[in-house]
Every structure is written in structure tokens, then in C-alpha cells.
């Protein structure tokens, strides 16, 4: 019995762990000097894609989103 409890524990951990990550897969430089910037959530079962135009001001960069993933 504590076997299954510890198997079932384990399972959702890693579940939850691996559930809701981010990572910016794409970064490219456009001709007028903006970036356009690709944001990945992967989330259980699902992956969804934001996309950024952004400018460097400074040291930092300003971003405005310019396309979100489609509502299901």
C-alpha cells in the first residue's frame, strides 16, 4: 500500500514539475532594428505561443505583444 501511495506521489510531482514551463524559442532581428520574440508555455499536455515586437531602450528592452495564442 504505501508503495502505490509513493508510485501516485512521485507521478504527480513530476507531473506538476514539467507542467508549466517557459522558454523563448525564437529571437530575430528585423530590418528597422526591432526583435520579433516567440515566448513558449508549455503547459500539461499543451504548448501555447506568444509573440513580441520589442525595441532596445538603453540596457532594457520595451515589448508589446502583437499576437497570443488562439482561446479553446
Do not use: H, W
Amino acid at each position: 500500500m504505501n508503495r502505490i501511495i509513493l508510485s501516485i506521489l512521485v507521478l504527480t510531482t513530476v507531473a506538476a514539475s514539467g507542467g508549466c514551463s517557459v522558454a523563448y524559442s525564437s529571437i530575430r532581428q528585423q530590418s528597422d532594428g526591432s526583435y520579433l520574440l516567440t515566448e513558449s508555455r508549455s503547459r500539461f499536455l499543451k504548448v501555447q505561443g506568444t509573440m513580441y515586437r520589442c525595441t532596445a531602450a538603453g540596457e532594457t528592452m520595451q515589448c508589446q505583444v502583437i499576437a497570443l495564442p488562439k482561446p479553446r
